[in-house]
């Protein structure tokens, strides 16, 4: 089934810059989006259409695009924003939803 | 912005059926606005889509899921619903119900089903 890589993990000490990669071949034809999820929480998106940012959500978060790989970026990470981050797209046809596995932020 | 609540039975036999329904207040379900989706979560683990349906009716299922899923809409009383049949422990997971727009996914706060018997 298509599937969407992320590391399963990434860390950093507040105030770093975190990036977290998301690839899949669609990639390059869908959007993507990224959806913050704490303990017992539903997702919230923090990224639309790769780079977009929704209102009420902060400056430190962006989204880049190039290729076949999108990131994430939380710049000056702050200890509140330890969560874990799902990428989402389409598959190539534009259908069916998918999901990363997931990439957990650590806050050091 | 709409809220999404979602209800159903917290425990279900192994081989029988899971139903489950979304409650949308804050929009009309029939606007047009949105795609209703059925997202799951097993403990511990990452996020399956399941399915969609707009208000025409049309549906989009996970292909490996579509045989056993059915997703409906019930205008008159602002809801969507799941069905999914055959249950196994492997379908133990939070469902959540989710508004799809262009800019990302709106979720209920999730409902636990547990397959045991």
């Known amino acids: 089934s298509y599937e969407l890589t992320q590391p399963p993990s990434v860390s950093v000490s507040p105030g770093q810059t975190a990036m977290i990669t998301c690839s899949a071949h669609?990639?390059?034809?869908?959007?993507a989006y990224w959806y913050q999820q704490k303990p017992g929480q539903a997702p919230v998106v923090v990224i639309y259409?790769?780079?977009e940012r929704p209102s009420g959500i902060p400056e430190r978060f962006s989204g880049s695009s190039s290729g076949t790989t999108v990131t994430l970026t939380i710049s000056g990470v702050q200890a509140e924003d330890e969560a874990d981050y799902y990428c989402?797209?389409?598959?190539?046809?534009?259908?069916?939803?998918?999901f990363g596995g997931g990439t957990m932020l650590t806050v050091l | 912005q709409v809220q999404l609540q979602e209800s159903g039975p917290g425990l279900v036999k192994p081989s029988q059926t899971l139903s489950l329904t979304c409650t949308v207040s804050?929009?009309?379900?029939?606007?047009?606005?949105?795609?209703w989706s059925w997202i799951r979560q097993p403990a511990g683990k990452g996020l399956e889509w399941i399915g969609r349906?707009?208000?025409?009716?049309?549906?989009n299922y996970k292909p490996s899921l579509k045989s056993r899923v059915t997703i409906s809409v019930d205008t008159s009383k602002n809801q969507f619903s799941l069905i999914l049949t055959s249950v196994t422990a492997a379908d133990t997971a939070v469902y959540y119900c989710?508004?799809?727009?262009?800019?990302?996914?709106?979720w209920g706060q999730g409902t636990l089903v547990t397959v045991s018997s």
């Open positions: 669609a990639l390059a034809t869908q959007y």
């Open positions: 989402q797209s389409a598959d190539s046809s534009g259908i069916s939803m998918v």
């Open positions: 804050g929009d009309s379900i029939s606007s047009g606005n949105y795609y």
């Open positions: 989710a508004s799809e727009t262009v800019t990302g996914a709106g």
């Open positions: 349906i707009y208000v025409s009716g049309s549906t």
């Open positions: 259409k790769d780079t």
